[in-house]
């Protein structure tokens, strides 16, 4: 299906939903600190070799529209997808206020098995499912003063990292909803959650706070299995093992963590202890990234513009892990703004199809070979 034929297809409720949503803004640099790696060249050209399917996944438990969705995984089976979504259109208010449940788990036809996690989520993000298919759900906002006079039962949720079992049985949480700090008593706005497959260590990114706040937070907070807080991996800067929203995590086939590290533009690879490897810089603001088994990465910009990435277009970016270049591009959908949109979550399955998890288009788009 081409981009044309998808954009004129989607859902009358959805266009609106679109035109109504609040564009994310895009955070800049902070003033103290040059632009991230302007002698790299913008790589905005490659093969695409996918066909795409809008709005690949519904919603059938609830019969309710997406809101916009960050997080999307395959499960333990290879197959089946697990996806979060922020339960109402837009980037506000999220799941305040809303009865709907943020986690869902669907068929390889797109089909809804199972939902949960109602009530529980201030503004759910990232996804990943463990070893033993349980599945990890980021919480990456606070509510404000003012949402909780809105929302009353926000107080005490939010900026948490959840465990569940595949039936949505709460099984473990890290952080404390409601607080934002500093390990091990609270976290900062997690934004993903990946587990060690060797041991089962599970690797927390922080955080999803705006680029511009003085006091921002840029780190990876590693707990064991039971959730006993082992270390932190790096802190706030734009050097070697520092961060800038790492808004993505994954580990390769040699047990190295890969890191989406967005506002430094690049993608960084660490040992398992925080040391720095390498970085490669050819991938743009990466919102979202997976590996295959070859260690092939699959990387989605969802915030690239003239202001916040000069020369950048938004889109999914493929390349091999050993020499970071680009071998593929997918360039973004159509939307209202000229720059069109992209997914931000992304993941792969063993077939070799690709799933997006839409921001601001909401659902999950499907990639399969043409």
């Known amino acids: 299906m081409s981009m044309s034929a998808l954009t004129k297809g989607l859902l009358a409720a959805a266009v609106v939903t679109a035109l109504a949503a609040v564009v994310h803004a895009q955070p800049q640099p902070l003033a103290s600190d040059p632009p991230a790696h302007p002698e790299q060249a913008p790589a905005n050209t490659g093969a695409n070799p996918y066909?795409?399917?809008?709005?690949?996944?519904?919603?059938?438990?609830?019969?309710?529209?997406?809101?916009?969705?960050?997080?999307?995984?395959?499960?333990?089976?290879?197959?089946?997808?697990?996806?979060?979504?922020?339960?109402?259109?837009?980037?506000?208010?999220?799941?305040?206020?809303?009865?709907?449940?943020?986690?869902?788990?669907?068929?390889?036809?797109?089909?809804e098995l199972i939902s949960f996690g109602a009530g529980m989520f201030v503004w759910p993000h990232g996804v990943h499912v463990d070893r033993d298919g349980n599945v990890w759900v980021t919480d990456s906002r606070l509510p404000t003063a003012e949402d909780i006079a809105k929302f009353p039962d926000a107080a005490g949720k939010g900026s948490a990292v959840y465990k569940f079992s595949p039936q949505g049985k709460l099984l473990l949480t890290l952080g404390k909803p409601g607080v934002k700090g500093n390990p091990p008593e609270a976290l900062t706005e997690p934004s993903d959650v990946v587990t060690d497959p060797a041991n089962g260590d599970v690797y927390v990114a922080e955080s999803h706070t705006d680029v511009l706040d003085p006091k921002l937070v840029g780190r990876i907070t590693v707990f064991d299995r039971t959730g006993k807080y082992l270390r932190t991996i790096g802190r706030t800067g734009q050097g070697p093992g520092k961060f800038r929203t790492p808004h993505a995590l994954e580990f390769?086939?040699?047990?190295?963590?890969?890191?989406?590290?967005?506002?430094?533009?690049?993608?960084?690879?660490?040992?398992?202890q925080g040391q720095f490897v390498s970085e490669c810089l050819a991938f743009g603001?990466?919102?979202?990234?997976?590996?295959?088994?070859?260690?092939?990465?699959?990387?989605?910009?969802?915030?690239?513009?003239?202001?916040?990435?000069?020369?950048?277009?938004?889109?999914l970016r493929v390349g091999a892990l050993k020499d970071c270049k680009v071998s593929a591009f997918v360039p973004p959908h159509a939307w209202t703004i000229p720059e069109g949109a992209m997914g931000e979550g992304i993941a792969i399955d063993p077939a070799g199809n690709v799933?997006?998890?839409?921001?601001?288009?909401?659902?999950?788009?499907?990639y399969v070979t043409k």
């Open 51 to 111: 066909a795409v399917i809008g709005n690949w996944a519904k919603l059938t438990k609830e019969n309710r529209p997406w809101g916009g969705s960050n997080g999307v995984a395959i499960d333990k089976d290879g197959v089946t997808v697990w996806a979060t979504d922020r339960c109402s259109p837009g980037n506000v208010p999220g799941c305040m206020g809303s009865k709907g449940n943020p986690v869902h788990h669907f068929d390889a036809s797109g089909n």
């Open 252 to 272: 390769d086939s040699k047990g190295r963590l890969i890191v989406a590290d967005r506002h430094n533009h690049r993608i960084q690879v660490l040992t398992k």
């Open 285 to 315: 603001r990466t919102s979202g990234l997976a590996i295959d088994k070859a260690d092939n990465i699959y990387t989605t910009d969802s915030e690239s513009t003239a202001k916040s990435h000069p020369g950048w277009l938004k889109g």
């Open 355 to 366: 799933y997006t998890a839409e921001a601001n288009l909401g659902g999950i788009w499907k």
